[in-house]
Structures are given as C-alpha cells and as structure tokens.
C-alpha cells in the first residue's frame, strides 16, 4: 500500500534517490534576475507541487504550564489566509513596537497581554516575513473560534521577497526568522551560488526600518535553520560547509556553526552533524541529530535532542565543546525550541512508535521526561517546528487547518506565484503532469488516479480516465485528444503501460480511448509533432526505454521509428513548436545512476546535442518549449536543498525547482524557491493574468509526515524507486 502511494505520488521529478557523492561539473552559471521569455506578449508557465495544495497551514499555539491541555487552550494566532508558518514569538521590544501603528500601543495597554509573533507567510504569490500582533478580548477565555471573532489584529509585513528593497528577488523561501533588536534574522535562497548542486540558503539579517541587509553566510557556503543567542550576540546555523551537498533528501549531513550576528565573522563549528540549533544561554544551544542507536539497527538510529555546552560564550574550538544527549531512545525527539535561561523544559517535535502523527511536547529536563500537549488536543494532524515565548508560558508551532481541524479554508486549483517580471506568470496547480488545449482554454491534468481536463478557471472540471496515468499532451490539431500514458509509473521496461488517445468531448470519455501501443511494454510520455501526424514516445520494448515515433493515427501498427537506441533510458520528451527539435531527459552519460541532463535532436535522428549538464549525479527532467520555441522550462535540483527536509512535510524529491533556459545553454534562470518537489512544468499558449483560481472545495489536509520518520517493526524502509523512468 505504502509502496503504491509512493510510486504514485513522486511522479514530479521522476527518478531514483540514489545518492551519489561525485565531483560536480560546472553548469552555465544562473541569473536571478527578473525572469523574461522570448514572447514579446508575455508567457505563462504551470507546474506540480507535491501535496503542497493539501496544507494550509496556521501558527497555533499552547500554554505550557496549564496541564493538561484542553483543546480550548489552543489559540489559532495567525489570521488563516494563505499558509502561515515557521513562527518566532519575539521580545516587544521599544525598536519593535515603534514598528506599529500608533493607535494599537494606546490599544495595547487596555487589554490583557497581546501576542507578538513573527512568522513565514506566503500570500500574494510570494513568501514574506509578517510581524502580528494578536489582541483578545479575554486571553483566559481565548478559544480558536472566539479569538477569530472577537480579537484585534494588527499585521505589519516586515520583509517581502517582491518588495525590491534588499535586493531580493522572487518567492526566496525562508526558514526560523528572529528579531533581535531590530534586526531580522533569516534564510533566503535569492543568491545563486554558481555551482550547479550547492543550495542558495543563506543567512541574512536586514534592518527592518532601513531595509539595510548583510549576508552573513560566507559565499559558496549553505546555511539552514539559523537561531539568535539570547544575547543577539551569536548565531547557531545548520550548515553544508565543508561536505557540499550529496543528493541527501532525508537527513542532512549538517554541522552546527557558529558565527558573530552583527557580521558573520567569527565563524566556528562547534558540533559535528547535527542540526535545527536553538540556544538557552549564550554558551548552550541543544540540536536534533540521529543517535547510533534505533529499533533495529544504527542505520535506523533515533532521531534525538542533544546538548553542546560550549566553555563559555563565544568562539570555541569544537574540541571543549562538551555535548550531552538529552532525549532518550524508543521516540523520534527534533526540532527542539528552548527560551533564554529557561533550563526546566525544552519544546521538541515527536514521532513516537504507532502513531502516525508528529506532535509537540515539552521534555522536562531535571525529571527527563516528555509532557505531551498536542496528541491531547488534536490527535490526528501534524504539528511541525515548535517555538517557545521568551516568558517560556507558550509554545507555538504550525498545523493545517482545514476541515479535520474544524475550518473550512477554500483549496487553491491553481496558485499565482509571484516573479519580478510583468511578462511571465507562474501558477502552481493543483495536480500534476498539467498541459493547457491548443488555444489554452482548458488544462488537462493527472490526479492519481486519473486524467482531469478543467477551464482554466476551475470550472468543467470532468475525469476524462479513471485508471493509473502519467503525463498529458494535446493534439495540435484535432480537437479534444489528449495522449497520456496508462499504467504504473516507475514500472520496468516490461510492465505494460500503453500510450493512449482520449477524446475528453466524447459522452463518456473513458469508453472513446484509442490504444496507440499494442506490445504489452513500457510506452509512455507521448508527445505530437506541430502537425499532429506523429507521436513521439519512450518505450522500453528493447529493454531500454529509447525514443521512438510513430503515427498518431496508426499508432504502432502503423510502423515505428527509432530515434534514440542504447543501453541507457531516455525519457520525458517534448517537440518543439516548429517541429524541427524534439528535448528529453537522459542518463546516458551514467546509465542507471538516476542522473538525467537534456538533449535535444532532430526528429530524424540528426543533431543530437546536450542542452544541460546538470552536474554529477545531477538530476534535470521534464524539458517542455516555450510557445515561441526559444526557452525550455524544465526541473532541476540545480539549487539543491532549501531547508532541512525534517522541518517539512514529506517531500520525496525537495530539491526539485523550476527553471528556464535558452535553446543554446545560455540565459539559465531559477522561478521557483521553496522546499518543496516542484515538477512538470507546462506553458499556456498565450499569457494569463496573475491571480489565484479557488477550487469549489475545502482543504483536506492530506499530506503525510517524512516517511523516514516511520518506525515500522521490519527492516523494511523505503530504499527507493529505481531509475525507471
Ligand atoms: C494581496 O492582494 C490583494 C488583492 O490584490 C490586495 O487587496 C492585498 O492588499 C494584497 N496584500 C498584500 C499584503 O499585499
Ligand atoms: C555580547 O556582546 C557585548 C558586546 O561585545 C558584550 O558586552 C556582552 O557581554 C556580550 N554578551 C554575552 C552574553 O556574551
Ligand atoms: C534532419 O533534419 C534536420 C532538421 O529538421 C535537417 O536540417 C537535416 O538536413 C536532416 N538530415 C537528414 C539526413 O535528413
Ligand atoms: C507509517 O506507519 C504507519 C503505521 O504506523 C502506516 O500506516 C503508514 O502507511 C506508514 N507510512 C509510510 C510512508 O511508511
């Protein structure tokens, strides 16, 4: 069952998770500038995020010391727009407060203690830092729905990634923000480290009344998870610095380094693997690694909270570091949160044995022992990255809301995501392998199981097949055909997965199919010629998944022809607008080592050049033409990873982002920055104006935890999927 829903659901990227540790070779270095397509009129992409339409998440948040919880204890504090989360509650401070409108301090001294909160919010189509500050009417009597109703908001957006003023570009995710004094701590990818592998996250602090920013992380290096000393002094980061990135999607092979906050300067590692720092003094932060011990074997180690007690504050050599672990074995304990000088309790996410759900708990550290607060109040869903109040009297952390948590919240069909450029916009849909008709008036689409044909404005929406596809094309010409491939994804070359012609206009689409291959193997990811006359496909009938085309009408009985012919997979392929090029995805330079880079070639076989290197062990897939024939979008891991993949929900591939490029290897531009697998990238014909398109139906919630996080009775992990493609 486990096996099938994963086979099924990272079909975005589509590859294995091998890892490999080799030398990477250079890649056309990318821009961040404002991303431009070559239509003079302006251009619209489409992409697949995995799950991510499913989580709506709120920052919620407990008291610690009212035990046992109750469910009316629990405050929703952000205002249940858009998604909300990796929060920081801050010390109101004079440089904060003077940041809010004057009549909300007189406000501030009438009512019972306002919640200050800094957190990561992505609205309008790109991410900020917000600053709220939540006033109820009655803190004791503050329930999730009385809040709602009755409290007094004020919201000031302190950091945008659109506003210009730093320099940023679009949608650079964030992680873990700070405050100190009036400086902003924080995580942003808007920086191209210009090696193809290594992730854009850095640390930088802006002042947020000037907008002045310093990049505090050195160039060339990646830091995650970055925490403030209570001092201000010092920042703990997660940091890739001497070990590059190897492919790793679970657990990172971080250190933790510290570093001066004003500057950067001083930087020194003072805990070797570990992640997720969080400080109590200025000379003791507490960390998540995994221990050598687990329910089966090392190699299933629990994830546990750890100590470092640095001699005294400051730079230390890694040598006096003493480190102590702090949670014991049998649970999963990550992500700790701890407040200055608080040395009673620590806050830590969970994943005990049999329960599906991450939780927050307390673990008091002078009786060693964990207090449970979420499982009490909300058993079933997932509480991610708790975060402790100066005062230590709450814990914050984020949820979905949704309808399983009593809130009905709209579900995004199709997401407008911000970019610099007035001429390109980006949606992210809800469902993958999307492709828009011939005149962009409808968009086909895969939701497992199954094909979707939808308007564009979420309306129409019909399942035109109800079995196991991947992949969708129209036919330029005859209206209404959509080619998919129906079967398993990942399947071996000689599992049957036919490619097929639907005509979604028909009464009852799925008994209108046309079967186009008839051998019984792997044939999949169909693409038509300009024409409509032919169909260019990758079939594993040799035993090797090559090109091949054939007739559209014919199909396979028509007679085929071999384009590409080797031991190797070559795949996702796509044919330019004027017929002359046909782009794919291959790992014929390492065969079977789940590295894909692009090709292109003429549909006769001639002229078979590489448009990207994607580096070593690199992974680049789903190559699609712009409109004009002048840029190809696809999916890379080109930024690596943007985050520690355990503060997500489960993402099978988080380094997955999409990028454009020039047809001669020039002009590589990076459109997406977040950590979640984004895939299948499609253009619309012709532009589409930037705005959200609502679903007629709530959110679900329904994304799963990391699900290396399972603790299953059997040595049976996930090992992952093969190269099949
Ligand atoms: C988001 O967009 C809406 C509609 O365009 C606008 O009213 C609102 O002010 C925007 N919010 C922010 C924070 O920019
Ligand atoms: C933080 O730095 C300031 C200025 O260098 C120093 O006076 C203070 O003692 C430091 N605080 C801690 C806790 O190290
Ligand atoms: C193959 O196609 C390309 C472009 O369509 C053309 O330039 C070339 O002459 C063709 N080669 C042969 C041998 O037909
Ligand atoms: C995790 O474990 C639960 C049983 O505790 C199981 O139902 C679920 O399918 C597992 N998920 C994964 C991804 O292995």
């Not at 873990?176 to 920086?191: A, M, Q």
């Not at 703990?236 to 004003?262: H, K, M, P």
């Not at 997720?276 to 299933?300: A, C, K, M």
């Amino acid at each position: 069952m486990e096996l099938s829903a994963m086979k099924t659901t990272s079909i975005l990227f589509s590859f294995s998770f091998f890892l490999f540790l080799l030398p990477v070779l250079p890649l056309a270095s990318a821009s961040v500038t404002a991303p431009e397509t070559g239509a003079s009129s302006g251009a619209s992409l489409i992409f697949a995020t995995l799950d991510r339409s499913h989580y709506e998440f709120d920052i919620f948040t407990l008291p610690t010391r009212r035990r046992p919880p109750s469910a009316s204890m629990e405050i929703r504090i952000t205002d249940g727009e858009s998604v909300n989360f990796n929060g920081y509650f801050p010390s109101p401070s004079p440089a904060l407060l003077s940041l809010l409108p004057d009549e909300t301090l007189i406000q501030q001294e009438t009512v019972t203690p306002p919640l200050h909160l800094i957190y990561i919010t992505e609205r309008n189509g790109t991410s900020s830092i917000y600053y709220d500050v939540v006033y109820g009417q009655d803190s004791g009597s503050m329930t999730k729905r009385s809040l709602l109703e009755s409290s007094a908001r004020v919201q000031v957006p302190l950091l945008s990634g659109a506003d210009g003023r730093s320099g940023m570009t679009v949608n650079s995710m964030r992680d873990k923000p700070s405050l100190i004094g009036d400086y902003l701590v924080y995580v942003s990818t808007h920086e191209d480290p210009g090696v193809p592998r290594a992730s854009w996250a850095a640390v930088y602090s802006t002042q947020v009344q000037t907008g002045l920013t310093r990049r505090l992380t050195p160039r060339g290096i990646a830091d995650f998870s970055p925490a403030v000393s209570p001092s201000g002094n010092w920042t703990a980061v997660a940091s890739y610095a001497e070990r590059g990135w190897a492919g790793e999607v679970e657990e990172l092979t971080t250190d933790i380094y510290i570093f001066l906050t004003r500057d950067g300067t001083h930087r020194v590692k003072v805990v070797e693997h570990g992640g997720w720092p969080s400080w109590v003094d200025d000379s003791t932060l507490y960390f998540h690694r995994r221990s050598e011990d687990g329910w089966i074997s090392v190699e299933d180690g629990w994830i546990s909270v750890y100590r470092a007690i640095l001699q005294k504050a400051g730079p230390v050599s890694i040598e006096s570091v003493t480190i102590q672990r702090v949670t014991p074995p049998n649970l999963h304990a990550f992500t700790p949160a701890t407040s200055p000088n608080n040395h009673e309790f620590i806050a830590v996410a969970t994943r005990r044995p049999g329960d599906e759900y991450r939780h927050v708990e307390l673990f008091d550290l002078r009786k060693n022992k964990f207090i449970e607060l979420t499982r009490l109040v909300s058993p079933a869903s997932h509480h991610f990255n708790p975060f402790l109040s100066p005062d230590s009297t709450r814990v914050g952390y984020h949820s979905c809301r949704g309808e399983a948590n009593g809130w009905r919240s709209p579900r995004l069909f199709l997401e407008n995501i911000q970019t610099t450029s007035p001429k390109l916009s980006l949606f992210r849909i809800d469902g993958s392998f999307p492709t828009f008709s011939p005149s962009g008036d409808r968009i086909a689409h895969v939701n497992m199981p199954g094909v979707t044909v939808v308007k564009p404005d979420g309306s129409d929406r019909r399942k035109v097949f109800p079995g196991m596809a991947f992949s969708t094309a129209w036919d330029p010409v005859q209206p209404g055909i959509v080619y998919t491939s129906a079967g398993p994804t990942f399947a071996k070359e000689r599992t049957e997965v036919d490619v097929i012609a639907i005509n979604v206009d028909a009464d009852d689409p799925s008994t209108s199919i046309r079967k186009l291959t008839t051998n019984g193997q792997n044939n999949a990811f169909p693409w038509p010629s300009p024409d409509g006359k032919r169909i260019v496909f990758r079939s594993g009938r040799s035993g090797h998944k090559n090109l091949y085309i054939m007739d559209t009408e014919k199909g396979e009985s028509g007679g085929l022809f071999r384009l590409t012919d080797g031991p190797w997979t070559d795949t996702m392929c796509n044919w330019s607008p004027d017929g002359e090029l046909i782009a794919f995805a291959s790992d014929r330079e390492n065969p079977g080592s789940g590295s894909f880079e692009l090709f292109l070639i003429h549909p006769n076989g001639t002229g078979m050049r590489k448009l990207i290197q994607s580096g070593s062990g690199g992974r680049t897939n789903h190559p699609i033409f712009s409109p004009d024939g002048q840029t190809i979008a696809f999916t890379s891991d080109y930024g690596a990873i943007s985050a520690e993949p355990i503060s997500n929900p489960h993402h099978y591939q988080p380094y997955g982002e999409i990028f454009t490029v020039k047809l001669d290897g020039s002009d590589l531009r990076r459109l997406t920055h977040n950590s979640f697998e984004d895939g299948t990238p499609a253009w619309a014909p012709k532009f589409i104006s930037p705005r959200d398109v609502a679903w007629p139906r709530m959110n679900n919630c329904m994304f799963r935890d990391c699900h290396w996080l399972n603790i299953t009775t059997t040595n049976t992990k996930p090992k992952g999927l093969g190269i099949s493609c």
